[in-house]
Protein backbone atom coordinates (compact mmCIF):
# COMPACT_ATOMS: atom_id res chain seq x y z
CA UNK A 1 0.00 0.00 0.00
CA UNK A 2 2.01 3.40 -0.71
CA UNK A 3 2.27 5.42 2.33
CA UNK A 4 2.34 9.29 2.38
CA UNK A 5 5.35 10.71 3.91
CA UNK A 6 5.64 14.57 4.86
CA UNK A 7 8.21 16.57 6.11
CA UNK A 8 7.79 16.15 10.18
CA UNK A 9 6.02 13.42 9.78
CA UNK A 10 8.27 11.11 11.90
CA UNK A 11 8.18 13.92 14.46
CA UNK A 12 4.19 13.64 15.04
CA UNK A 13 3.32 9.47 13.96
CA UNK A 14 3.63 8.88 18.00
CA UNK A 15 2.59 12.46 19.11
CA UNK A 16 -0.84 11.54 20.23
CA UNK A 17 0.80 9.62 23.34
CA UNK A 18 2.77 12.33 24.41
CA UNK A 19 -0.15 15.01 24.32
CA UNK A 20 -0.57 15.65 27.68
CA UNK A 21 -3.26 14.47 29.41
CA UNK A 22 -6.48 16.91 30.95
CA UNK A 23 -9.25 16.98 32.38
CA UNK A 24 -12.06 18.69 31.61
CA UNK A 25 -13.30 21.37 33.69
CA UNK A 26 -17.00 22.23 33.63
CA UNK A 27 -17.84 25.80 33.50
CA UNK A 28 -21.53 26.17 33.13
CA UNK A 29 -24.38 24.35 32.00
CA UNK A 30 -27.61 24.87 29.68
CA UNK A 31 -30.27 22.48 30.64
CA UNK A 32 -29.57 18.75 32.37
CA UNK A 33 -28.04 16.50 29.69
CA UNK A 34 -24.52 14.41 28.81
CA UNK A 35 -24.25 16.81 25.68
CA UNK A 36 -20.41 18.75 25.78
CA UNK A 37 -19.21 21.82 24.23
CA UNK A 38 -15.67 22.07 24.53
CA UNK A 39 -13.51 24.92 24.43
CA UNK A 40 -9.96 24.09 23.56
CA UNK A 41 -7.56 22.58 21.09
CA UNK A 42 -9.27 19.29 20.19
CA UNK A 43 -5.65 17.62 20.20
CA UNK A 44 -5.83 17.98 23.91
CA UNK A 45 -9.85 17.98 24.09
CA UNK A 46 -9.92 14.44 22.19
CA UNK A 47 -6.98 13.05 24.55
CA UNK A 48 -9.20 14.32 27.62
CA UNK A 49 -12.30 12.54 26.08
CA UNK A 50 -10.49 9.22 25.98
CA UNK A 51 -11.18 7.54 29.53
CA UNK A 52 -14.81 8.00 29.06
CA UNK A 53 -15.08 8.12 25.48
CA UNK A 54 -12.64 5.35 23.85
CA UNK A 55 -14.60 2.86 21.27
CA UNK A 56 -18.12 4.14 22.03
CA UNK A 57 -18.39 7.16 19.85
CA UNK A 58 -20.76 5.66 16.95
CA UNK A 59 -20.50 8.56 14.71
CA UNK A 60 -17.74 11.33 14.26
CA UNK A 61 -18.12 14.36 11.56
CA UNK A 62 -15.02 16.86 11.16
CA UNK A 63 -14.37 19.89 8.78
CA UNK A 64 -11.29 20.76 9.54
CA UNK A 65 -9.58 24.09 7.70
CA UNK A 66 -9.58 22.73 4.17
CA UNK A 67 -5.88 24.65 3.67
CA UNK A 68 -6.66 26.93 1.15
CA UNK A 69 -4.29 29.17 1.98
CA UNK A 70 -7.25 31.78 2.60
CA UNK A 71 -8.43 30.94 6.29
CA UNK A 72 -5.66 32.06 8.72
CA UNK A 73 -5.55 28.63 10.76
CA UNK A 74 -2.49 28.95 13.28
CA UNK A 75 -0.27 25.52 13.53
CA UNK A 76 0.24 25.25 17.10
CA UNK A 77 1.09 21.54 18.55
CA UNK A 78 3.86 21.24 21.56
CA UNK A 79 5.79 18.68 19.12
CA UNK A 80 9.24 18.33 20.72
CA UNK A 81 11.45 19.34 16.88
CA UNK A 82 13.45 22.19 15.99
CA UNK A 83 11.61 21.89 12.40
CA UNK A 84 8.30 22.01 14.19
CA UNK A 85 9.36 24.38 16.88
CA UNK A 86 9.89 26.92 13.81
CA UNK A 87 6.76 26.79 12.41
CA UNK A 88 4.92 27.20 15.70
CA UNK A 89 2.42 29.91 16.20
CA UNK A 90 2.57 30.75 12.57
CA UNK A 91 -0.10 31.68 10.88
CA UNK A 92 -0.46 29.01 7.62
CA UNK A 93 -0.52 31.08 4.59
CA UNK A 94 -0.73 30.90 0.63
CA UNK A 95 1.50 28.21 -1.19
CA UNK A 96 3.92 30.94 -2.57
CA UNK A 97 4.32 32.68 0.85
CA UNK A 98 4.72 29.05 2.45
CA UNK A 99 5.83 26.27 0.62
CA UNK A 100 5.25 24.01 4.28
CA UNK A 101 1.87 24.52 4.44
CA UNK A 102 0.80 21.22 3.38
CA UNK A 103 3.18 19.58 5.64
CA UNK A 104 2.08 21.41 8.35
CA UNK A 105 -1.73 20.46 7.38
CA UNK A 106 -0.49 16.92 7.55
CA UNK A 107 1.30 17.07 10.80
CA UNK A 108 -1.84 19.09 12.70
CA UNK A 109 -4.48 16.51 11.14
CA UNK A 110 -2.27 13.39 11.76
CA UNK A 111 -2.52 12.58 15.19
CA UNK A 112 -5.89 14.29 15.87
CA UNK A 113 -6.94 11.53 13.37
CA UNK A 114 -5.44 8.77 15.62
CA UNK A 115 -7.13 9.78 18.73
CA UNK A 116 -10.35 10.25 16.22
CA UNK A 117 -9.63 6.80 15.38
CA UNK A 118 -9.55 5.37 19.22
CA UNK A 119 -12.82 7.14 19.82
CA UNK A 120 -14.95 5.23 17.50
CA UNK A 121 -16.82 1.93 18.12
CA UNK A 122 -16.17 -0.90 16.31
CA UNK A 123 -19.57 -0.05 14.83
CA UNK A 124 -19.21 3.44 13.97
CA UNK A 125 -17.81 5.78 11.25
CA UNK A 126 -15.90 8.88 10.39
CA UNK A 127 -17.28 11.35 8.22
CA UNK A 128 -14.59 13.88 6.74
CA UNK A 129 -14.98 17.01 4.47
CA UNK A 130 -12.42 17.96 2.60
CA UNK A 131 -11.81 19.79 -0.67
CA UNK A 132 -8.97 19.23 -3.46
CA UNK A 133 -6.17 21.21 -1.91
CA UNK A 134 -6.19 18.14 1.02
CA UNK A 135 -8.47 15.54 -0.28
CA UNK A 136 -5.80 13.51 -1.79
CA UNK A 137 -3.23 13.72 1.31
CA UNK A 138 -6.36 13.09 3.36
CA UNK A 139 -7.05 9.97 1.49
CA UNK A 140 -3.36 8.88 1.72
CA UNK A 141 -3.32 9.17 5.79
CA UNK A 142 -6.55 7.86 6.51
CA UNK A 143 -6.29 4.63 4.42
CA UNK A 144 -2.82 4.40 6.94
CA UNK A 145 -4.99 5.07 10.22
CA UNK A 146 -8.26 3.86 9.54
CA UNK A 147 -6.62 1.37 7.18
CA UNK A 148 -7.45 1.28 3.67
CA UNK A 149 -9.74 -1.67 3.73
CA UNK A 150 -12.39 0.25 6.33
CA UNK A 151 -12.53 2.65 2.99
CA UNK A 152 -15.99 3.40 2.51
CA UNK A 153 -16.82 5.79 -0.01
CA UNK A 154 -15.85 9.41 -1.02
CA UNK A 155 -19.31 11.43 -1.96
CA UNK A 156 -19.36 14.70 -4.27
CA UNK A 157 -21.07 17.72 -2.54
CA UNK A 158 -22.37 20.40 -4.77
CA UNK A 159 -21.23 23.78 -2.42
CA UNK A 160 -22.74 26.33 -4.66
CA UNK A 161 -24.16 26.11 -8.56
CA UNK A 162 -21.89 29.06 -10.27
CA UNK A 163 -18.85 30.96 -9.55
CA UNK A 164 -15.13 30.27 -10.70
CA UNK A 165 -12.10 29.54 -9.11
CA UNK A 166 -10.14 30.47 -12.68
CA UNK A 167 -10.49 32.27 -15.78
CA UNK A 168 -11.30 28.59 -17.41
CA UNK A 169 -12.61 26.07 -14.36
CA UNK A 170 -15.50 26.67 -11.80
CA UNK A 171 -14.42 24.65 -9.05
CA UNK A 172 -18.60 23.68 -7.33
CA UNK A 173 -17.60 20.87 -5.51
CA UNK A 174 -16.22 19.48 -2.63
CA UNK A 175 -15.82 15.92 -0.95
CA UNK A 176 -16.70 13.87 1.60
CA UNK A 177 -14.52 11.03 2.62
CA UNK A 178 -16.01 8.07 4.83
CA UNK A 179 -14.50 5.50 6.45
CA UNK A 180 -15.62 2.21 8.58
CA UNK A 181 -13.62 1.65 12.42
CA UNK A 182 -13.63 -1.76 11.44
CA UNK A 183 -15.94 -4.53 9.18
CA UNK A 184 -18.49 -4.30 12.31
CA UNK A 185 -19.45 -0.88 11.16
CA UNK A 186 -23.28 -0.78 11.34
CA UNK A 187 -24.87 2.24 8.76
CA UNK A 188 -28.65 2.13 8.03
CA UNK A 189 -29.87 1.44 4.71
CA UNK A 190 -31.36 4.71 3.47
CA UNK A 191 -35.64 4.54 3.06
CA UNK A 192 -36.51 4.62 -0.80
CA UNK A 193 -37.60 8.32 -1.93
CA UNK A 194 -41.11 7.74 -1.09
CA UNK A 195 -42.45 10.36 -3.63
CA UNK A 196 -45.43 8.88 -5.93
CA UNK A 197 -46.36 6.43 -3.43
CA UNK A 198 -50.20 7.86 -2.74
CA UNK A 199 -52.90 4.87 -3.09
CA UNK A 200 -54.14 3.02 -0.57
CA UNK A 201 -55.73 -0.47 -0.36
CA UNK A 202 -57.34 -2.11 2.93
CA UNK A 203 -53.59 -3.68 2.77
CA UNK A 204 -52.31 0.38 4.58
CA UNK A 205 -51.88 -0.68 8.03
CA UNK A 206 -49.00 -3.41 7.09
CA UNK A 207 -47.93 -2.90 3.78
CA UNK A 208 -48.05 1.24 3.88
CA UNK A 209 -49.31 3.24 0.09
CA UNK A 210 -48.31 2.01 -3.01
CA UNK A 211 -48.26 3.28 -6.59
CA UNK A 212 -48.88 1.54 -9.89
CA UNK A 213 -46.20 2.84 -12.19
CA UNK A 214 -45.40 -0.28 -14.49
CA UNK A 215 -47.50 -2.75 -16.61
CA UNK A 216 -46.43 -6.98 -16.29
CA UNK A 217 -44.99 -6.42 -19.30
CA UNK A 218 -43.45 -2.99 -19.61
CA UNK A 219 -39.77 -2.91 -20.18
CA UNK A 220 -38.67 -6.72 -20.46
CA UNK A 221 -34.60 -5.16 -21.37
CA UNK A 222 -34.09 -8.99 -22.70
CA UNK A 223 -36.29 -11.44 -24.27
CA UNK A 224 -36.78 -14.50 -22.13
CA UNK A 225 -39.00 -17.86 -23.75
CA UNK A 226 -40.02 -18.66 -20.26
CA UNK A 227 -41.42 -15.42 -19.64
CA UNK A 228 -43.35 -15.28 -22.60
CA UNK A 229 -46.44 -17.19 -21.95
CA UNK A 230 -50.23 -16.29 -22.12
CA UNK A 231 -51.68 -15.07 -18.90
CA UNK A 232 -55.25 -16.42 -17.90
CA UNK A 233 -57.26 -14.41 -15.74
CA UNK A 234 -60.98 -14.57 -15.09
CA UNK A 235 -61.11 -16.31 -18.44
CA UNK A 236 -59.82 -13.86 -20.23
CA UNK A 237 -56.19 -14.68 -21.48
CA UNK A 238 -53.68 -11.40 -21.92
CA UNK A 239 -50.42 -11.82 -24.13
CA UNK A 240 -47.19 -9.69 -23.36
CA UNK A 241 -47.64 -6.81 -25.61
CA UNK A 242 -51.03 -7.47 -26.49
CA UNK A 243 -51.07 -9.01 -29.56
CA UNK A 244 -51.77 -12.87 -29.59
CA UNK A 245 -50.29 -12.78 -33.33
CA UNK A 246 -46.93 -11.50 -32.56
CA UNK A 247 -46.98 -13.78 -29.53
CA UNK A 248 -47.58 -16.86 -31.72
CA UNK A 249 -44.81 -15.75 -34.48
CA UNK A 250 -42.67 -14.90 -31.53
CA UNK A 251 -42.77 -18.12 -30.36
CA UNK A 252 -42.42 -19.53 -33.92
CA UNK A 253 -39.44 -17.65 -34.20
CA UNK A 254 -40.77 -15.41 -37.04
CA UNK A 255 -41.47 -11.92 -34.63
CA UNK A 256 -38.13 -9.38 -34.62
CA UNK A 257 -39.05 -7.73 -31.45
CA UNK A 258 -38.04 -9.67 -29.23
CA UNK A 259 -38.68 -7.19 -26.50
CA UNK A 260 -41.85 -8.44 -25.01
CA UNK A 261 -41.93 -10.77 -22.09
CA UNK A 262 -43.63 -10.59 -18.45
CA UNK A 263 -41.40 -9.44 -15.82
CA UNK A 264 -43.02 -12.40 -13.26
CA UNK A 265 -43.13 -15.95 -13.86
CA UNK A 266 -45.80 -17.71 -13.89
CA UNK A 267 -45.82 -18.61 -10.22
CA UNK A 268 -44.68 -15.06 -9.19
CA UNK A 269 -47.49 -13.68 -11.09
CA UNK A 270 -50.21 -16.47 -9.58
CA UNK A 271 -48.93 -15.83 -5.67
CA UNK A 272 -48.83 -11.55 -6.69
CA UNK A 273 -52.35 -11.78 -7.91
CA UNK A 274 -53.62 -14.16 -4.93
CA UNK A 275 -52.09 -11.67 -2.67
CA UNK A 276 -53.33 -8.26 -4.31
CA UNK A 277 -50.13 -7.50 -5.86
CA UNK A 278 -51.73 -7.13 -9.48
CA UNK A 279 -54.42 -4.47 -10.74
CA UNK A 280 -56.05 -5.45 -14.17
CA UNK A 281 -57.23 -2.02 -15.46
CA UNK A 282 -59.01 -0.86 -18.76
CA UNK A 283 -57.35 1.87 -20.31
CA UNK A 284 -58.11 4.01 -23.62
CA UNK A 285 -55.22 1.21 -25.49
CA UNK A 286 -57.31 -1.58 -24.15
CA UNK A 287 -56.65 -3.51 -20.58
CA UNK A 288 -53.53 -3.56 -18.35
CA UNK A 289 -51.81 -5.58 -15.76
CA UNK A 290 -49.69 -3.68 -13.35
CA UNK A 291 -47.97 -4.41 -10.48
CA UNK A 292 -48.31 -2.98 -7.41
CA UNK A 293 -45.23 -1.20 -5.83
CA UNK A 294 -45.55 -0.99 -1.81
CA UNK A 295 -43.61 1.41 0.53
CA UNK A 296 -43.76 -1.41 2.73
CA UNK A 297 -43.85 -4.70 1.05
CA UNK A 298 -42.35 -6.85 -1.96
CA UNK A 299 -42.87 -10.47 -2.85
CA UNK A 300 -39.52 -12.72 -2.53
CA UNK A 301 -39.44 -16.28 -2.99
CA UNK A 302 -37.08 -18.71 -0.73
CA UNK A 303 -36.52 -22.26 -2.02
CA UNK A 304 -39.01 -21.82 -4.70
CA UNK A 305 -41.17 -20.47 -2.04
CA UNK A 306 -42.91 -16.89 -2.80
CA UNK A 307 -43.97 -15.07 0.47
CA UNK A 308 -44.81 -10.99 1.36
CA UNK A 309 -41.49 -9.93 2.83
CA UNK A 310 -42.59 -6.42 5.27
CA UNK A 311 -39.80 -4.35 5.35
CA UNK A 312 -38.80 -0.75 4.44
CA UNK A 313 -37.75 0.05 0.64
CA UNK A 314 -34.52 0.81 0.76
CA UNK A 315 -32.14 2.14 -1.97
CA UNK A 316 -27.99 2.01 -2.03
CA UNK A 317 -26.59 5.68 -1.45
CA UNK A 318 -25.21 6.96 -4.76
CA UNK A 319 -22.08 9.34 -4.47
CA UNK A 320 -24.07 11.55 -5.97
CA UNK A 321 -26.33 12.03 -3.39
CA UNK A 322 -25.02 15.38 -1.98
CA UNK A 323 -25.17 16.84 -5.25
CA UNK A 324 -29.06 18.46 -4.57
CA UNK A 325 -29.08 22.40 -3.55
CA UNK A 326 -30.25 21.40 -0.15
CA UNK A 327 -26.40 20.21 0.93
CA UNK A 328 -25.02 23.26 -0.89
CA UNK A 329 -23.35 26.12 1.30
CA UNK A 330 -25.93 28.60 0.35
CA UNK A 331 -28.41 26.96 2.48
CA UNK A 332 -25.84 26.59 5.02
CA UNK A 333 -25.74 30.46 5.17
CA UNK A 334 -29.47 30.57 5.47
CA UNK A 335 -29.86 28.09 7.96
CA UNK A 336 -27.49 29.93 9.77
CA UNK A 337 -28.81 33.80 9.32
CA UNK A 338 -32.23 31.92 10.48
CA UNK A 339 -30.88 32.12 13.85
CA UNK A 340 -28.42 35.11 14.74
CA UNK A 341 -29.93 37.34 12.11
CA UNK A 342 -26.74 38.25 10.71
CA UNK A 343 -23.40 36.67 9.35
CA UNK A 344 -21.87 35.08 11.93
CA UNK A 345 -19.45 32.53 10.55
CA UNK A 346 -17.84 32.27 7.55
CA UNK A 347 -18.10 28.80 6.30
CA UNK A 348 -20.79 26.44 7.95
CA UNK A 349 -22.07 23.44 6.55
CA UNK A 350 -25.61 22.90 5.90
CA UNK A 351 -27.69 20.97 8.76
CA UNK A 352 -29.36 18.99 6.08
CA UNK A 353 -25.77 17.46 5.23
CA UNK A 354 -25.26 16.30 8.76
CA UNK A 355 -28.87 15.02 8.94
CA UNK A 356 -28.17 12.90 6.43
CA UNK A 357 -24.72 11.82 8.11
CA UNK A 358 -26.58 10.99 11.18
CA UNK A 359 -29.84 9.27 9.29
CA UNK A 360 -27.09 6.60 7.66
CA UNK A 361 -24.72 6.36 10.48
CA UNK A 362 -26.66 6.81 14.42
CA UNK A 363 -28.93 4.85 15.77
CA UNK A 364 -31.38 6.88 18.85
CA UNK A 365 -29.20 6.57 21.24
CA UNK A 366 -25.76 7.01 19.96
CA UNK A 367 -23.16 9.59 20.10
CA UNK A 368 -21.43 12.31 17.69
CA UNK A 369 -18.86 13.66 17.80
CA UNK A 370 -17.35 16.87 15.93
CA UNK A 371 -13.78 18.02 17.14
CA UNK A 372 -14.13 21.20 14.69
CA UNK A 373 -17.25 22.61 15.67
CA UNK A 374 -17.33 25.39 13.79
CA UNK A 375 -20.57 27.29 14.20
CA UNK A 376 -22.30 23.85 16.24
CA UNK A 377 -24.14 22.83 12.64
CA UNK A 378 -23.52 19.01 13.99
CA UNK A 379 -25.45 19.89 17.48
CA UNK A 380 -28.42 21.86 15.79
CA UNK A 381 -28.78 18.27 13.12
CA UNK A 382 -28.48 15.89 16.15
CA UNK A 383 -31.34 18.29 18.24
CA UNK A 384 -33.38 18.03 14.62
CA UNK A 385 -33.22 14.42 14.45
CA UNK A 386 -34.02 13.64 17.83
CA UNK A 387 -36.99 16.00 17.52
CA UNK A 388 -37.70 14.05 14.08
CA UNK A 389 -37.96 10.15 15.86
CA UNK A 390 -37.87 10.68 19.60
CA UNK A 391 -33.99 9.75 19.35
CA UNK A 392 -31.38 10.43 22.12
CA UNK A 393 -28.30 10.85 20.49
CA UNK A 394 -26.18 12.54 22.24
CA UNK A 395 -23.29 14.93 21.18
CA UNK A 396 -19.95 16.26 21.62
CA UNK A 397 -18.47 19.48 20.12
CA UNK A 398 -14.83 21.09 20.03
CA UNK A 399 -14.31 24.34 19.43
CA UNK A 400 -10.99 26.30 19.25
CA UNK A 401 -11.90 29.44 19.07
CA UNK A 402 -13.36 31.94 21.65
CA UNK A 403 -16.92 32.09 19.70
CA UNK A 404 -16.80 28.65 21.28
CA UNK A 405 -19.14 30.22 23.43
CA UNK A 406 -20.57 33.40 21.67
CA UNK A 407 -21.35 31.33 18.51
CA UNK A 408 -21.40 27.54 19.16
CA UNK A 409 -22.42 26.98 22.28
CA UNK A 410 -25.41 30.18 21.52
CA UNK A 411 -26.66 28.64 18.41
CA UNK A 412 -27.20 25.44 20.33
CA UNK A 413 -28.62 27.01 22.73
CA UNK A 414 -30.81 28.98 20.66
CA UNK A 415 -32.25 26.24 18.61
CA UNK A 416 -33.43 24.24 22.35
CA UNK A 417 -30.27 21.87 22.87
CA UNK A 418 -28.92 21.37 26.47
CA UNK A 419 -25.35 20.87 27.16
CA UNK A 420 -22.41 21.19 29.70
CA UNK A 421 -19.73 23.86 28.73
CA UNK A 422 -16.50 22.82 29.34
CA UNK A 423 -12.67 24.53 29.31
CA UNK A 424 -9.64 22.36 29.23
CA UNK A 425 -8.77 21.86 32.82
CA UNK A 426 -5.35 20.82 34.97
CA UNK A 427 -2.97 18.31 33.94
CA UNK A 428 -3.13 14.92 35.15
CA UNK A 429 0.93 15.41 35.76
CA UNK A 430 3.40 18.26 36.22
CA UNK A 431 5.96 18.97 34.45
CA UNK A 432 8.19 16.85 36.78
CA UNK A 433 6.11 14.06 36.01
CA UNK A 434 4.37 13.86 39.09
CA UNK A 435 0.67 13.65 39.72
CA UNK A 436 -0.77 17.63 39.60
CA UNK A 437 -1.54 18.04 43.72
CA UNK A 438 -5.02 20.05 42.36
CA UNK A 439 -6.62 17.01 40.65
CA UNK A 440 -9.38 15.10 42.56
CA UNK A 441 -8.78 11.27 44.00
CA UNK A 442 -12.11 10.36 41.96
CA UNK A 443 -10.60 11.71 38.80
CA UNK A 444 -7.52 10.05 39.13
CA UNK A 445 -9.05 6.43 39.70
CA UNK A 446 -11.03 7.02 37.00
CA UNK A 447 -7.82 7.40 35.07
CA UNK A 448 -5.90 4.67 36.30
CA UNK A 449 -8.72 1.94 36.16
CA UNK A 450 -9.78 2.95 32.92
CA UNK A 451 -6.12 3.02 31.28
CA UNK A 452 -5.75 -0.35 33.44
CA UNK A 453 -9.02 -2.30 32.04
CA UNK A 454 -10.94 0.19 29.82
CA UNK A 455 -14.05 -0.07 32.22
CA UNK A 456 -15.30 2.65 34.34
CA UNK A 457 -14.00 3.33 38.38
CA UNK A 458 -17.37 3.35 40.39
CA UNK A 459 -17.01 4.61 44.01
CA UNK A 460 -16.79 1.89 46.58
CA UNK A 461 -17.05 1.52 49.84
CA UNK A 462 -13.35 0.62 50.08
CA UNK A 463 -11.24 3.83 49.81
CA UNK A 464 -8.13 2.61 47.86
CA UNK A 465 -10.55 -0.25 45.27
CA UNK A 466 -10.56 0.92 41.64
CA UNK A 467 -12.81 -1.69 40.98
CA UNK A 468 -12.20 -5.60 39.94
CA UNK A 469 -12.02 -6.47 36.18
CA UNK A 470 -11.84 -9.95 34.90
CA UNK A 471 -10.99 -11.54 38.48
CA UNK A 472 -7.79 -9.02 39.05
CA UNK A 473 -8.72 -6.36 41.80
CA UNK A 474 -7.08 -3.18 41.52
CA UNK A 475 -6.11 -0.79 44.34
CA UNK A 476 -4.59 2.92 43.93
CA UNK A 477 -2.56 3.50 47.66
CA UNK A 478 -1.53 7.24 46.93
CA UNK A 479 1.17 8.02 49.70
CA UNK A 480 2.09 4.63 50.87
CA UNK A 481 4.46 2.13 50.97
CA UNK A 482 3.40 -1.62 49.73
CA UNK A 483 3.79 -3.89 52.57
CA UNK A 484 2.26 -6.41 55.21
CA UNK A 485 0.13 -3.37 56.78
CA UNK A 486 -1.15 -2.45 53.64
CA UNK A 487 -2.06 -6.09 52.34
CA UNK A 488 -3.71 -6.37 55.61
CA UNK A 489 -6.66 -4.11 54.44
CA UNK A 490 -7.37 -5.34 51.48
CA UNK A 491 -10.79 -6.70 52.19
CA UNK A 492 -11.87 -7.73 48.56
CA UNK A 493 -11.05 -11.18 47.17
CA UNK A 494 -9.70 -11.73 43.44
CA UNK A 495 -7.50 -14.33 41.57
CA UNK A 496 -4.84 -11.87 41.38
CA UNK A 497 -4.36 -8.09 42.29
CA UNK A 498 -2.77 -5.12 40.65
CA UNK A 499 -1.50 -2.21 43.32
CA UNK A 500 -0.34 1.27 42.96
CA UNK A 501 2.00 2.62 45.84
CA UNK A 502 4.71 4.90 46.01
CA UNK A 503 7.10 2.10 47.11
CA UNK A 504 7.23 -1.47 47.70
CA UNK A 505 9.14 -3.35 50.43
CA UNK A 506 8.32 -6.69 49.70
CA UNK A 507 10.11 -9.21 48.11
CA UNK A 508 9.26 -10.54 44.72
CA UNK A 509 8.59 -14.05 46.24
CA UNK A 510 6.37 -12.29 48.23
CA UNK A 511 4.40 -10.81 45.79
CA UNK A 512 4.06 -13.82 43.64
CA UNK A 513 3.01 -16.11 46.70
CA UNK A 514 -0.48 -13.48 46.52
CA UNK A 515 -1.03 -12.97 43.07
CA UNK A 516 0.22 -9.16 43.27
CA UNK A 517 1.36 -7.14 40.31
CA UNK A 518 3.42 -3.83 41.96
CA UNK A 519 2.90 -0.46 40.66
CA UNK A 520 5.34 2.35 41.14
CA UNK A 521 3.41 5.71 41.38
CA UNK A 522 3.67 7.03 39.51
CA UNK A 523 6.23 5.72 37.03
CA UNK A 524 4.05 3.18 36.48
CA UNK A 525 0.55 4.70 35.62
CA UNK A 526 -0.11 4.10 32.15
CA UNK A 527 -0.39 6.95 29.57
CA UNK A 528 -3.40 7.03 27.11
C1 LIG B 1 -14.58 24.88 8.55
S1 LIG B 1 -14.87 25.24 10.19
C2 LIG B 1 -16.13 24.08 10.62
C3 LIG B 1 -17.49 24.60 10.32
C4 LIG B 1 -18.60 23.73 10.85
N1 LIG B 1 -18.67 22.47 10.16
C5 LIG B 1 -19.92 24.45 10.73
O1 LIG B 1 -20.84 23.94 10.09
O2 LIG B 1 -20.02 25.54 11.28
C6 LIG B 1 -13.48 24.61 11.03
C7 LIG B 1 -13.50 24.95 12.50
O3 LIG B 1 -12.49 24.20 13.15
C8 LIG B 1 -11.94 25.01 14.15
N2 LIG B 1 -10.60 24.49 14.49
C9 LIG B 1 -9.46 24.59 13.76
N3 LIG B 1 -8.43 24.00 14.40
C10 LIG B 1 -8.94 23.50 15.55
C11 LIG B 1 -8.37 22.78 16.64
N4 LIG B 1 -7.09 22.46 16.66
N5 LIG B 1 -9.17 22.43 17.67
C12 LIG B 1 -10.50 22.73 17.65
N6 LIG B 1 -11.08 23.42 16.65
C13 LIG B 1 -10.32 23.80 15.61
C14 LIG B 1 -11.90 26.40 13.55
O4 LIG B 1 -11.80 27.38 14.57
C15 LIG B 1 -13.22 26.42 12.81
O5 LIG B 1 -14.23 26.94 13.61
Known amino acids: MPVLDWLGKDKVINHHLDVPFRFLDKKFSVGASENKIIHGDNLLALKSLLPEFAGRVKCIYIDPPYNTGNENWIYNDAVNDPQIRRWLGQVVGKEGEDLTRHDKWLCMMYPRLR????????????????????????????????????????????????????????????????????????????????????????????????????????????????????????????YAGSSEENFLKRKAGEHKRADWAWRW????????????????????????????????????????????????RTAPVSSLALTANEF???????????????????????????????????????????????????????????????????????????????????????????????????????????????????????????????????PTDEKFLLGVDEDTAYYFFDDAELNFDLLAKIRTRANSYVIYAENCTLAESELNDFHITFKKIPRDIPRL
Do not use: W
Open 115 to 238: LLQKLLSDDGAIFISIDDNEQANLKLICDEIFGAQNFLIQMTRVTKRSGKSTEIFAKNDDSLLVYAKSAKCKLNPFRHNDAGFKFRDEFFEQRGLYKLNQTLDYDSLQYSDSLDYPLTIDGVTY
Open 265 to 312: SQEKFNFGYANDFIVVKKTRNGTRIYTKTYQRATIDVADGNYFIKYSE
Open 328 to 458: SNDNATKDLTSIFAEKVFDYPKPVALIEFILQLATDKDSIVLDSFAGSGTTAHAVINLNAQDGGNRKFILIELNDYAETITAKRVELVGGEFDFYELGAELFDADGFINAEIPREKIFDYVYFAETQKHYE
